[in-house]
């Protein structure tokens, strides 16, 4: 009688070691998803912010190059000529002809970004992979090389930044083929399109994002 009631009041506590074992196990599991489940929200946290980042230097972007496409279809073709000779190639004012009308132009093509002789486009930012750029007028970092669109946008940091270039000119279909030939200051036709184009470089609410965006407007 005393050996089963032995056998009989010892299986309960070897039960209770396994059931302690066990739950051990289920908070080590919940404990690991749990963690998991948190590093999933802060990176979807991360996600969601650069995506409105990018939304909003997009908007703001688009917002630059709407205020550009108004100045040039306000102003006159005279005084646009007038503000893009200024600006020459410099960008001064934020008016600019395009890179194609620079002297050597063409011996630049190929060069290098750090090698003399190399030319920018009016919009890039001076970057090279290796030494120095040369070449470059920084529009962007510089107050008098470009314009600023006149209302910051809610939640954008700065207000976006854009330069008009005039790239060419385009022959309407009633105009003699030769007519709209060679650099703008030449043809004296005044049946000749203007082509310009517009750059606008924004950014967000925080640094993280930045967008370039371009049109081409045909006057």
């Known amino acids: 009688?005393?050996?089963?009631?032995?056998?009989?009041?010892?299986?309960?506590?070897?039960?209770?070691?396994?059931?302690?074992?066990?739950?051990?196990?289920?908070?080590?599991?919940l404990t690991v998803m749990?963690?998991?489940?948190?590093?999933?929200?802060?990176?979807?946290?991360?996600?969601?912010g650069h995506y409105r980042d990018q939304e909003l230097a997009i908007q703001s972007a688009e917002a630059a190059l709407r205020e550009g496409e108004r100045i040039i279809h306000s102003s006159s073709s005279a005084l646009l000529d007038a503000r893009i000779k200024a600006g020459g190639n410099s960008c001064t004012g934020g008016y600019c002809q395009s890179r194609q009308f620079d002297t050597g132009h063409a011996a630049s093509l190929g060069k290098a970004c750090h090698q003399a002789g190399h030319l920018y486009e009016r919009w890039e930012l001076p970057v090279?992979?290796?030494?120095?750029?040369?070449?470059?007028?920084?529009?962007?970092?510089?107050?008098g090389r470009h314009l600023t669109y006149g209302a910051n946008l809610p939640g954008v940091r700065a207000?976006?930044?854009?330069?008009?270039?005039?790239?060419?000119?385009?022959?309407?279909?009633?105009a003699p083929p030769d007519d709209c030939a060679g650099h703008p200051d030449l043809p004296a036709n005044a049946g000749c399109q203007r082509v310009y184009r517009i750059t606008a470089l924004a950014g967000g609410g925080t640094d993280r994002a930045q967008v370039m965006l371009q049109s081409t407007y045909v006057k």
């Open 1 to 29: 009688m005393a050996d089963r009631l032995q056998s009989t009041f010892g299986t309960p506590a070897r039960q209770r070691g396994i059931i302690l074992l066990v739950s051990l196990i289920l908070l080590l599991i």
């Open 34 to 48: 749990g963690l998991a489940s948190m590093g999933g929200s802060l990176l979807e946290a991360r996600m969601t």
């Open 128 to 143: 090279c992979d290796s030494g120095t750029p040369v070449g470059s007028v920084d529009v962007w970092n510089n107050a």
């Open 159 to 174: 207000p976006a930044r854009y330069i008009i270039e005039l790239s060419g000119l385009a022959r309407p279909a009633t």
